[in-house]
């Protein structure tokens, strides 16, 4: 009697498949994931456009530093009563003629990094920056005659909660 019922056993393993409440219970756990899994993308994705902000900003400022400092080197020739600064941060990628070394240009960026947080591809990089002025206050940073440092427009807070115009 055993082994009939082994034999009838071994035929019935062949025909199992997925119940419809088993169905439903995998599906349920699949959607807890992509619940779970989306916020966390979009922590990453912001995380990720943060770090182009700051890495650019670091570029743009350390070129702007770097112009001033040629500047105060004399290799670029300047109006007496100007700041020093570059009059846009076109002059950055496009270069100005080296004093020192007549024919010769400074470069101070290979191009103007573009803010991560425009979307609009119609803006040229140089524009999806505020700039602030060597004469204006840095509480109400306003463009002038010269470039004395860059801002972020975007509108929001970072992960560390401070604006990122304030960055």
């Given amino acids: 009697m055993m082994v009939e019922y082994a034999r009838h056993s071994r035929f019935k393993i062949g025909i199992a498949g997925f119940s419809y409440v088993e169905l439903l219970v995998s599906v349920a756990i699949m959607a807890l994931l992509a619940t779970v899994a989306m916020p966390l993308a979009e922590t990453t994705m912001q995380r990720q ?23 105060a080197s004399g290799k670029i020739a300047t109006v007496p009563g100007d700041s020093g600064y570059p009059p846009s941060l076109i002059e950055l990628a496009s270069g100005v003629d080296d004093m020192t070394h007549p024919g010769t240009r400074l470069y101070f960026l290979r191009r103007v ?3 991560p947080f425009v979307s609009d591809m119609a803006i040229s990089a140089v524009d999806t920056w505020g700039k602030r002025s060597f004469a204006s206050s840095a509480e109400n940073p306003q463009p002038g005659k010269d470039v004395y440092d860059v801002y972020s427009l975007a509108v929001g807070n970072g992960l560390n909660g401070l604006a990122y115009r304030d960055w």
């Fill in 113 to 115: 990094p573009r803010d």
């Fill in 49 to 71: 456009k943060e770090t182009e902000l700051r890495l650019a900003l670091r570029q743009i400022r350390q070129g702007i530093d770097a112009y001033r400092q040629a500047v």
